[in-house]
């Protein structure tokens, strides 16, 4: 299918959900009563404005759209199928594409190609972030979409996941070599979880292979990672770390999680620390990074509510205001060595925001963010920056 097609295709979607009485239709296929197929139509789009402030490097002011999805997605008895597609920068882009199989209302196996459970922020739909954007430690020590296959269960208070993932190239697969692979496993435990208060702990790991370069003279496969991160914004595509590492033997991470919640007020938090093991002659590398950030409802819904699917807090009801704050320090800067530096850059970040739930399709955001970056930055030496954006949101 060549482009015009896709997009012809893609249009005729948008406006079957848009102009649709409902979003949802089922097929019978069969005599019992569960034996049809449910297809929902869905996707979204994002308009974002930036002005940036005391910058010396020059970013653009300006709006733009900065995502729009097209989702389909079917249902036959146990099992679920989603497609997920982006349509960014004039490019048709894979988001979600993946089977799974719900074991009982508590348990579900999944494959294909989808975002790996680890951390909270990592997976926190874009849609309804409490931020124009994930944190900058999030960006840069979270995972990526991969193919691979999960299992996840969980009960009132416990939650446990563990999967396999290939690398960053399996989906495209035009790279020499072969390619990389990662276990990851994620733990979490809710030992308070009332209508009014929560406590919320837990801990994600992962062992990955870094992800393949081709193969070098004598035809070993060539493994590197990339570490990167936006300025809290999606209309300037300049990016301050964007940290690459060559002659990778493997990588472990982890990350921290809690949160706790009582009535209108939540606090949220991630702590990430990275070590990669390098060939021989080259230096293994450590980085750390972690965040904060807290809301308090100010109008409308005055409770923050607990979903035990996903180990998130939920999105407030219609008509609801909402003020967030959120302070992150993500540190890539190793060392010197004999051979190299590994500085990879240090940003300090202070987010503050406005965010109103018109209803479960709109929303608006305001945000406001400072950012000082140190030295060894895409930027040159030490600068701040502030910048302030604004956001509609549409879901369908």
């Not at 494959?111 to 739909?125: D, I, K, V």
Request: charged share 25%.
């Amino acid at each position: 299918m060549n482009i015009v097609k896709i997009k012809n295709f893609s249009l005729g979607l948008f406006l079957f959900c848009i102009m649709g009485n409902s979003q949802s239709l089922n097929v019978k296929t069969g005599e019992g009563e569960d034996d049809k197929i449910s297809v929902t139509m869905g996707g979204r789009i994002v308009f974002d404005g930036a002005l940036y402030f005391d910058d010396k490097t020059p970013l653009g002011n300006g709006t733009t759209i900065t995502d729009t999805r097209l989702t389909a997605k079917m249902t036959y008895k146990k099992w679920d199928v989603k497609i997920d597609m982006g349509f960014n920068d004039k490019k048709v882009n894979t988001k979600d594409l993946h089977l799974k199989y719900n074991i009982n209302d508590r348990s579900w196996v999944k494959l294909g190609y989808y975002g790996e459970q680890f951390g909270l922020e990592n997976w926190e739909g874009s849609a309804w972030q409490k931020f124009m954007t994930a944190s900058v430690s999030t960006q840069v020590f979270g995972t990526s979409r991969q193919l691979g296959i999960t299992y996840v269960n969980w009960n009132d208070k416990v939650y446990y996941s563990g999967g396999i993932f290939s690398d960053n190239d399996a989906i495209s697969d035009v790279k020499e070599g072969n390619q990389g692979y990662a276990f990851i496993g994620k733990l979490s435990y809710a030992p308070l979880n009332s209508k009014k208060n929560l406590i919320h702990l837990g801990i994600s790991a992962e062992y990955r292979t870094g992800n393949r370069n081709g193969v070098d003279e004598n035809n070993n496969t060539q493994r590197f990672m990339n570490y990167s991160s936006n300025l809290d914004t999606r209309v300037e595509k300049k990016k301050p770390i964007n940290f690459t590492l060559d002659q990778v033997k493997n990588q472990l991470r982890f990350v921290a999680e809690f949160i706790t919640a009582s009535g209108p007020f939540f606090l949220q938090g991630e702590y990430y620390n990275l070590h990669v093991n390098r060939r021989k002659d080259y230096h293994s590398y450590d980085a750390y990074g972690f965040y904060a950030q807290s809301g308090l409802l100010l109008l409308g819904d005055q409770l923050y509510k607990y979903n035990l699917e996903d180990r998130r807090l939920k999105r407030p009801k219609d008509k609801t205001l909402e003020l967030v704050v959120r302070y992150d320090y993500t540190d890539l800067n190793d060392g010197f060595f004999s051979n190299e530096s590994l500085k990879g850059g240090r940003i300090n970040d202070f987010s503050a925001g406005i965010n109103y739930y018109l209803n479960k399709y709109i929303g608006f955001k305001i945000n406001y963010s400072y950012l000082s970056l140190g030295n060894n930055n895409n930027f040159g030496t030490k600068e701040n920056i502030n910048l302030l954006q604004g956001r509609v949101l549409v879901v369908f």
